[in-house]
């Protein structure tokens, strides 16, 4: 996502350059540029302009500070705006200390289905909740059977009545379920429609009044741009969600539904969905994705994701390998399976700074491991614990089992050395030998 906006909000940001101070002559050419990057990003005309007749409104005259050149000044006006666009502050979801029900809206496929059940392990994982599922689609064939597929895969009991037709009595019913059988969270799943009708809209009001949900969330499919945020204004007129729930940002969307939806329906985007596994949930941090969209990255998030994954104890085994120079091609492997479970492996690189750049119009697929793995599991446990021994005759017998070409496993055992030899600088401090040996690195 964005990737297009990034590279031409850093063309048109790139004006400034060289300049000693931000004038109106300058500032004008630049945000021509900024508020054309917006329209072809999907984002909605007002909003686009209001957005670059802000940033102007700050930028005009300042003098630029000894750390900063007039492009490095805009940027931060520019990040500082976006930020605020996309609701300026972290709304997480509201919790009660007794039951909470959550209401799911939004139009069929918009992947509100599948974001009930990362909801649900969102909350179990990170909030310590008991959560119920409820199925009260009625009409589309197999949400009901789609919503206990996903429940049986986290764990998460799902309540259904197929001989009840009646959506708003299965909505009542699972509350008493629920206080009956000790959840604290309901998350409610309710019917989708191709376009907004009176009928479906009557219903999920009449759902939302029978419940008194604690928050009500609008699920939006971002790959549907200005549709989605005028399908949400009429959403909101009805039920006054609470927030906003972007999914499929890991497709090819252009991100015009992020950068509009607070600014038509005043209400904060809460979560994003980055993929199909279950655990591919954030938390939006508006300024966070401020600095993705500009190219900055996100190492906060990074370090989270990361996090989430973290051995202590094996950690500091791996340590004391790395140290003894003992490090192998299977805690190589180990490590790819960490890597692997963090998610989507392009959107944990456009979090580090400057990567997106280099990488360039390189493609990264999520099986991008898949041929290493091939050649690792190819190796016999003394080779992969001991590379130094592969010679000519085992090179031949590990490109023939793993079906790629030796230059394939030449290319693998140069880059597993210097990456080992990365490692061990690192451990050792030597950030001067590191940065010298990485400079020259293609």
Same mark, same amino acid.
């Given at each position: 996502m =964005?990737n297009?906006l ?6 048109a940001?790139?004006v400034?350059? $060289? ?13 021509k540029e900024v ?8 984002v909605?005309?007002?909003?686009a302009k209001? =957005?670059?007749a802000?940033?102007?409104?700050k ?8 750390t900063l050149?007039?492009g490095?000044l ?11 666009l996309?609701?300026?502050n ?9 039951l909470? !029900? ?7 496929g918009?992947?509100k ?10 909350l179990i ?6 959560p119920l599922?409820?199925?009260c689609?009625?009409?589309r064939?197999?949400?009901?059977d789609?919503?206990?597929v996903?429940?049986?895969?986290? $764990?998460v ?7 009840e037709?009646n959506p708003v009595?299965?909505?009542k ?8 059988n ?9 019917a989708g429609?191709?376009a907004?009708?009176e @009928? ?7 759902i939302h ?17 200005q549709d ?10 009805i039920l ?5 729930i972007?999914t499929?940002?890991? *497709?090819d969307t252009?991100?015009?539904?992020a950068l ?8 904060p985007?809460?979560? !994003? *969905?980055?993929?199909?596994?279950m655990d ?7 300024e ?6 500009l190219g900055?990255?996100?190492?906060v ?5 990361a996090h989430? =994954? ?5 950690a500091?085994?791996?340590s ?6 003992q =490090? ?8 790819i399976?960490?890597i692997k479970?963090?998610?989507n492996?392009k959107?944990?690189?456009n979090m580090?700074p ?10 990264i697929?999520?099986?991008s491991?898949?041929? #290493?793995e091939?050649? #690792?599991?190819s190796m016999?446990?003394?080779? @992969? ?5 592969i010679?000519?005759n085992?090179?031949?017998? #590990?490109?023939? *089992?793993?079906?790629?070409d ?6 693998l055992?140069?880059?597993f050395e ?10 050792a401090?030597?950030s ?8 020259g690195?293609k």
């Amino acid at each position: 996502m =964005f990737n297009n906006l990034t590279d031409k909000l850093n063309s048109a940001l790139k004006v400034l350059k $060289g300049h000693g101070k931000i004038t109106e002559i300058n500032v004008a050419e630049t945000l021509k540029e900024v508020r054309r990057a917006l329209l072809e990003a999907d984002v909605n005309f007002k909003t686009a302009k209001e =957005f670059t007749a802000n940033v102007k409104k700050k930028a005009i005259g300042q003098n630029v500070l000894t750390t900063l050149n007039p492009g490095q000044l805009m940027v931060k006006i520019v990040k500082d705006e976006l930020t605020d666009l996309m609701g300026g502050n972290t709304s997480g979801i509201n919790l009660s200390n007794s039951l909470t !029900i959550v209401l799911m809206s939004g139009l069929q496929g918009s992947g509100k289905t599948t974001f009930c059940g990362k909801l649900a392990k969102y909350l179990i994982s990170k909030k310590s909740k008991n959560p119920l599922l409820v199925a009260c689609d009625v009409y589309r064939p197999a949400a009901i059977d789609q919503l206990k597929v996903i429940g049986e895969q986290l $764990g998460v009991e799902v309540y259904s009545d197929e001989l009840e037709k009646n959506p708003v009595k299965i909505a009542k019913d699972s509350i008493d379920y629920a206080k009956n059988n000790g959840k604290n969270t309901v998350i409610i799943d309710t019917a989708g429609r191709l376009a907004i009708d009176e @009928r479906m809209m009557n219903e999920i009001k009449d759902i939302h009044q029978a419940v008194s949900p604690n928050e009500t969330l609008f699920v939006v499919d971002s790959m549907t741009g200005q549709d989605a945020v005028n399908t949400a204004k009429t959403f909101n007129d009805i039920l006054n969600f609470d927030g906003v729930i972007l999914t499929k940002l890991d *497709g090819d969307t252009r991100g015009g539904a992020a950068l509009s939806i607070k600014s038509i329906v005043d209400k904060p985007i809460k979560f !994003i *969905g980055t993929g199909e596994k279950m655990d591919a949930i954030d938390v939006f941090h508006p300024e966070r994705m401020a600095d993705r969209i500009l190219g900055m990255g996100d190492i906060v998030s990074l370090v989270e994701k990361a996090h989430d =994954f973290y051995d202590e104890k094996q950690a500091r085994i791996l340590s004391k390998k790395i140290a003894k120079s003992q =490090f192998g091609f299977d805690d190589f492997l180990d490590q790819i399976k960490k890597i692997k479970q963090m998610g989507n492996l392009k959107e944990m690189v456009n979090m580090i700074p400057g990567a997106n750049k280099a990488m360039g119009d390189t493609e990264i697929e999520d099986d991008s491991f898949k041929h #290493i793995e091939a050649l #690792i599991y190819s190796m016999t446990p003394k080779e @992969r614990s001991n590379p130094k021994i592969i010679d000519v005759n085992r090179k031949k017998r #590990i490109s023939k *089992g793993s079906g790629l070409d030796i230059k394939e496993l030449n290319k693998l055992l140069k880059q597993f050395e210097q990456m080992s030899k990365m490692m061990k600088m690192m451990q050792a401090g030597g950030s001067n030998k590191l940065t010298q040996m990485m400079q020259g690195m293609k």
